[in-house]
């Protein structure tokens, strides 16, 4: 069955960095759009960034472009997410998404605080 699991969250200073990886399993990586969400207490979960079967193109949420690169590694069946200059309104939990034969599927998260 279709698994994402992400990590690599945690607590960082405000202007300090985060990777986060999500590792898949159960559908030929490579052949699908693979997409990072967010979701802070109390709002709803937000579309962060996502990155095409081959990596050759992405896309950004206004918020996050030129912070935030998205990254995948199809030999590995990882997408990254290197999140730098992190602001304290990039606090949530970070999910790993895809569509596969039409649903979606999530990964449990990845808490990521961002505090002084």
């Known amino acids: 069955q279709v698994q994402l699991v992400e990590s690599g969250g945690g607590l960082v200073q405000p202007g300090g960095s985060l990777r986060l990886s999500c590792a898949a399993s159960g559908f030929i990586f490579n052949m699908n759009v693979m997409r990072w969400y967010r979701q802070a207490p109390g709002k709803e979960r937000e579309f962060v960034a996502f990155?095409?079967?081959?990596?050759?193109?992405?896309n950004y949420a206004d918020s996050v472009k030129g912070r935030f690169a998205i990254s995948r590694d199809n030999a590995k069946n990882t997408v990254s997410l290197q999140m730098n200059s992190l602001k304290p309104e990039d606090t949530a939990v970070y999910y790993c998404?895809?569509?596969?034969?039409?649903?979606?599927?999530w990964g449990q998260g990845t808490q990521v605080i961002v505090s002084s």
């Open positions: 998404q895809t569509v596969f034969r039409s649903h979606n599927y």
């Open positions: 990155i095409t079967q081959s990596g050759g193109t992405t």
